[in-house]
């Protein structure tokens, strides 16, 4: 089954860009089954849907976090990634990257990373 | 965007009991809905999806159902390990329409 980590800082300055690579293993990126999600959770508090991105390249994202999001991939590396501009507190999350079938549930995820924003 | 609301957000109940979990999305969503569970410092786990298709390796205790706007899950005997938080997510028209999860409802021992 597939295999996903997410690495990156974990540690992101107000105002500055936070960036995450998820690597995917034991599957490939390049599936057409599959789309590749970014979810978040603040402590002690509910899941979000960032965005989604195809092997296409074709995004997806959260209209209340669209103008600081982009997702991009990498096939030849297995890998995605999130960018999220102009931080602040409110960004400080575990962050999951995740598989989400064709028809929109997750089925596998990341163990998530924690990124706190601060000074 | 489609908004879920869970209910309870927070319920105690002891070992072997009957737990009802409601979620209720402010449009008709057909049966594109999906339920996890979460456990502390854990990754969600996929329960059901499609409102009532259980999932592989899923214990037979748990159940979805509802359509268009009113979903349910239940837990039929309350198990030690279901303790943990719960939530139910909206994928209608995905990929033209955006994902939602719902608040999540967390379930404590009495």
């Known amino acids: 089954q597939l295999q996903l980590q997410e690495s990156g800082p974990r540690l992101v300055r107000p105002s500055e860009t936070l960036s995450l690579n998820c690597d995917v293993s034991?599957?490939?990126?390049?599936?057409?089954?599959?789309?590749w999600v970014w979810i978040r959770q603040p402590p002690e508090k509910g899941l979000e849907w960032i965005g989604s991105?195809?092997?296409?390249?074709?995004?997806y994202y959260n209209s209340s976090l669209k103008s600081r999001v982009s997702i991009s991939i990498d096939l030849s590396k297995n890998q995605f990634s999130l960018t999220l501009s102009s931080v602040t507190a409110a960004d400080t999350a575990v962050y999951f990257c995740?598989?989400?079938?064709?028809?929109?549930?997750?089925?596998?995820w990341g163990q998530g990373i924690l990124v706190a924003v601060s000074s | 965007a489609i908004q879920l609301t869970q209910s309870p957000s927070s319920l105690s109940a002891s070992v072997g009991d009957r737990v009802t979990i409601t979620c209720r999305a402010t449009q008709d969503i057909n049966s594109a809905l999906a339920w996890y569970q979460q456990k502390p410092g854990k990754a969600p786990k996929l329960l059901i999806s499609?409102?009532?298709s259980l999932q592989s390796g899923v214990p037979s205790r748990f159940s979805g159902s509802g359509f268009g706007t009113d979903f349910t899950l239940t837990v039929s005997s309350l198990q030690p390990e279901d303790f943990a938080t719960y939530y139910c997510q909206q994928f209608i028209s995905y990929p033209q329409r955006e994902l939602s999860f719902g608040g999540g409802t967390r379930v404590e021992i009495k």
């Open positions: 499609d409102a009532s």
């Open positions: 991105i195809y092997y296409t390249g074709n995004t």
């Open positions: 995740a598989s989400l079938l064709g028809g929109g549930y997750v089925d596998f």
């Open positions: 034991d599957g490939s990126i390049d599936s057409s089954n599959y789309f």
